[in-house]
């Protein structure tokens, strides 16, 4: 990422108004986990994600955003973004741009507080024990597609669309989703390209989500 790439995107980082999404139907949402959203240009914006093991007791098989709960040795949320991606991705540099909307997921308490950051294009030492595969999303790809996927939810009586994205034949949904969703938003402008709609059909709840979430 060049310094004028970098500093465009800080600035609008600084600039975005975050949301704050309520605790979904039967959740409290409660329990923060700091998540790190890393970007690199190669020439174009890649970010990174991670698809986890299919055997974790928790979003066993997800696609995620490197990160987890605060440890005791941790002083902020960030500081935890920033060691889980060292622990699952082995990334070791990476320069804080700001952040994004804090998202509640629905298939636990957690509520994900992410940070964008500029990395540079690298191999990555996945954790075998928790990260089945590093992930590159295609951020001008998923941009430059005719629609963006959504599977319809309604919460509060407010009929809504919950994005999906496939990442390197991988489904990604529900919090990660909506945080990727946000970043396309926010990186839009800069790369002289316009958001996608939202349009359902493609995907269902049943296609994503565990069977013990949709009985």
């Known amino acids: 990422m060049s310094a004028l790439q970098r500093e465009a995107l800080r600035a609008v980082l600084e600039a975005y108004e975050l949301r704050q999404m309520p605790a979904l139907p039967g959740r409290r949402n409660d329990q923060p986990a700091g998540v790190l959203v890393p970007i690199y240009w190669d020439p174009d914006p ?14 066993a098989g997800e696609v995620c955003f490197p990160g987890g709960r605060p440890e005791q040795t941790d002083g902020a949320l960030l500081e935890t973004a920033l060691r889980e991606a060292r622990e699952e991705i082995g990334l070791q540099r990476a320069e804080v741009l700001g952040a994004l909307s804090s998202i509640p997921l629905y298939t636990s308490d957690y509520r994900l507080f992410p940070f964008v950051a500029s990395i540079e294009n690298q191999t990555f030492c996945p954790q075998q024990s928790e990260v089945a595969r590093v992930l590159r999303g295609d951020i001008i790809g998923l941009l430059e597609q005719e629609h963006i996927d959504g599977i319809e939810w309604s919460h509060r009586d407010v009929l809504s669309l919950s994005p999906v994205f496939v990442i390197d034949d991988s489904v990604c949904y529900g919090a990660t989703a909506y945080v990727l969703y946000e970043l396309l938003m926010v990186m839009a402008p800069l790369l002289d390209r316009a958001l996608p709609s939202l349009r359902p059909g493609r995907f269902t709840w049943q296609d994503v989500l565990p069977a013990s979430f949709t009985g």
Request: hydrophobic share 45%.
């Open 46 to 59: 890649v970010c990174v994600l991670t698809l986890r093991q299919p055997h974790m007791r928790a979003h």
